[in-house]
Antibody
């Protein structure tokens, strides 16, 4: 059974830093692209960042304009864990952060996210 | 790429058929997915490739469209279908979502 569990959310002051993680199980983690999304309270879904799967995936990372230069996505395939390091946090970064597994590269399902975590709330407030 | 989803909310009864539309600001071929969100639960993939039903999803869900205009149809609504639905485009980065459709019980 595929499981994605996010950790590391909490209260952080504006300008502060936070690292959230997502532990994966039930699939060969290294083979799959992984993404972070977020949802501000009462709002819709927003894509945050992506990292490729495969043997040299650290080369391929992507960011939303709203977080580029402040957030860094990374992964530790030996620990089946995805990370999102966030710095210079702002009030509008307050959201539930979700990790999601992308479908198999080379298949039609690549254009979808077939598994999601339940999310980790990051609150930026003084 | 902007996705305009409509309606933003919808009231329906068990057994009804409902349709949600999603319009892209430019052509996205069939690189569109639909998701269901319920409070406190992980998002659930319903449809990918605009019209392919995800394994394990009830056959009352169906998707259609390509290019700019897409639809999600739910036939014979069941009590567990009352939730919020989102379309998502994966044609290009940044990946974007429609604003969501909240489906409520009439």
């Amino acid at each position: 059974e595929v499981q994605l569990l996010e950790f590391g959310g909490g209260l952080v002051q504006p300008g502060g830093s936070q690292r959230i993680s997502c532990t994966a199980s039930g699939f060969i983690f290294s083979n799959y692209a992984m993404n972070w999304f977020r949802q501000a309270p009462g709002k819709g879904l927003e894509w945050v960042s992506a990292i490729a799967g495969g043997s040299d995936n650290t080369k391929y990372t992507y960011y939303a304009d709203s977080v580029r230069g402040r957030f860094t996505i990374s992964r530790d395939n030996s620990k089946n864990t995805l990370f999102l390091q966030m710095i210079s946090l702002r009030d509008d970064d307050t959201a539930v952060y979700y990790c999601a597994k992308r479908g198999s590269f080379g298949s039609a399902s690549y254009y979808s996210f077939d598994y999601w975590g339940q999310g980790s709330l990051v609150t930026v407030s003084s | 790429i902007q996705l305009t989803q409509s309606p933003s909310s919808l009231s329906a009864s068990v057994g009804d058929r409902v349709t949600i539309t999603c319009r892209a600001s430019q052509g996205i071929s069939s690189y569109l997915a639909w998701y269901q969100q319920k409070p406190g639960k992980a998002l659930k993939l319903l449809i990918y490739g605009a019209s392919t039903l995800q394994s394990g999803v009830a056959s009352r869900f169906s998707g259609s469209g390509s290019g700019i205009d897409f639809t999600l149809t739910i036939n014979s609504l069941q009590p567990e279908d009352f939730a919020t639905y989102y379309c998502q485009q994966l044609n290009s980065y940044p990946i974007t979502f429609g604003q969501g459709t909240r489906l409520e019980i009439k």
